[in-house]
């Protein structure tokens, strides 16, 4: 019995992991029934990735009102586990949220994730492992910030916060870029969220300011740190203000559900993303993957929606990359979850059964 792993990250606007993993165990099945298929729902910090850890280590679902990009009320959700919280900011400050007339990164506030850390340390979680991604916001994470002051500060500023002296914080991301600049949170990532030329500048000039006022008075300055653009400059609040740690996100997630355990007898690895293309070398999630099984010797496949760069990716150690999409398939029709789904089976039976 081949033992067959499948952790395909979620299609974005389209697919959830669990349901691409689905989908690719039913095309195993159908042309291996005897197989051994383990389906691991993975994110490397943005969409997904609450419910990626839920399924690696279980807990409870929280729900929390809390308010959006824009302040309005809603209801988000965090994971707890004993005494630690998996916040996925996407559920409080997230792009979802808004719709696309709505997207202003020069108003959009993550407040609502600074309330889904306070209720996390409130519940008394000592560890916060927060997933980085699909943020509406570019505020340096100044929202949240001023949340946890609200809730926590006798005298309306930081240094009166003392009920996160005790608490770790691990940020997840594939983001390495800094806070300021050309590489930074403004100039790479506000664009997508709404920004124009000009806001751009305005957000980068503002988030130059913050740092520097923050190192002045911290001592320490951590702008420039990987992940510190990550989320708008959320990471760079966290690195600044919580002291956190920043790991990968895949790399954190595979930690945590032993992947180098699942290896060890497996036969081979399916993996894939809603596009793959050379960037996917850069620390996405397809990659991390990658990486943990080659120290195994075990073959990884890489399936997606669109694929670029094919020899590259061959280069770096895929055992095969395909496309689930036939030719000339019209975008809108491959978006639909159904269309997504029936690809994935088929593209997965058309593999010989030596690859499998």
């Given at each position: 019995m081949k033992k067959i792993i499948v952790a395909i990250d979620s299609f974005k606007g389209c697919l959830t992991s669990a349901e691409a993993n689905q989908a690719a165990s039913e095309g195993i099945l159908a042309k291996m029934p005897e197989a051994k298929v383990v389906q691991v729902p993975v994110s490397d910090g943005g969409e997904g990735f609450m419910e990626a850890f839920k399924a690696a280590m279980g807990g409870e679902i929280v729900e929390v009102n809390v308010k959006d990009p824009l302040m309005r009320p809603i209801?988000?959700?965090?994971?707890?586990?004993?005494?630690?919280?998996?916040?996925?900011?996407?559920?409080?400050?997230?792009?979802?949220?808004?719709?696309?007339?709505?997207?202003?990164?020069?108003?959009?506030?993550?407040?609502?994730?600074?309330?889904?850390?306070?209720?996390?340390?409130?519940r008394g979680c000592k560890h916060i492992i927060v997933g980085l991604g699909g943020s509406a916001t570019s505020d340096c994470g100044i929202g949240m910030l001023r949340a946890i002051i609200d809730a926590f500060a006798k005298h309306g500023n930081w240094d009166d916060v003392c009920e996160l002296?005790?608490?770790?914080?691990?940020?997840?991301?594939?983001?390495?870029?800094?806070?300021?600049?050309?590489?930074?949170?403004?100039?790479?990532?506000?664009?997508?969220?709404?920004?124009?030329?000009e806001h751009v500048l305005a957000l980068d000039a503002r988030a130059k300011r913050f740092a520097e006022a923050s190192a002045r008075h911290m001592g320490r300055d951590c702008q420039n740190m990987s992940g510190a653009g990550?989320?708008?400059?959320?990471?760079?609040?966290?690195?600044?203000?919580?002291?956190?740690?920043?790991?990968?996100?895949?790399?954190?997630?595979?930690?945590?559900?032993?992947?180098?355990?699942?290896?060890?007898?497996?036969?081979?690895?399916?993996?894939?993303?809603?596009?793959?293309?050379?960037?996917?070398?850069?620390?996405?999630?397809?990659?991390?993957?990658?990486?943990?099984?080659?120290?195994?010797?075990?073959?990884?496949?890489?399936?997606?929606?669109?694929i670029a760069d094919e020899k590259q990716l061959l280069d770096a150690g895929f055992s095969r990359v395909a496309c689930i999409n036939p030719p000339g398939l019209p975008l809108e029709i491959a978006m639909r979850p159904e269309t997504a789904k029936e690809n994935i089976r088929k593209i997965i039976t058309l593999f010989r059964v030596d690859e499998l």
């Open positions: 209801v988000a959700q965090y994971l707890v586990q004993d005494d630690t919280a998996v916040i996925e900011i996407a559920k409080a400050s997230g792009l979802t949220l808004l719709k696309p007339e709505e997207r202003n990164p020069m108003v959009a506030t993550s407040y609502g994730t600074g309330q889904l850390v306070v209720d996390a340390v409130r002296d005790d608490v770790h914080f691990t940020i997840a991301t594939d983001v390495t870029n800094p806070l300021c600049g050309e590489n930074g949170a403004a100039h790479v990532f506000a664009p997508q969220k709404g920004a124009t030329n990550a989320a708008g400059g959320l990471g760079y609040a966290f690195l600044q203000y919580m002291n956190a740690e920043c790991r990968s996100g895949i790399d954190l997630l595979l930690d945590t559900i032993h992947f180098d355990d699942l290896l060890q007898d497996a036969y081979i690895v399916i993996t894939g993303e809603g596009s793959a293309d050379r960037q996917t070398l850069m620390g996405k999630l397809p990659f991390g993957i990658l990486q943990f099984a080659q120290k195994h010797g075990v073959p990884v496949m890489l399936i997606a929606g669109c």
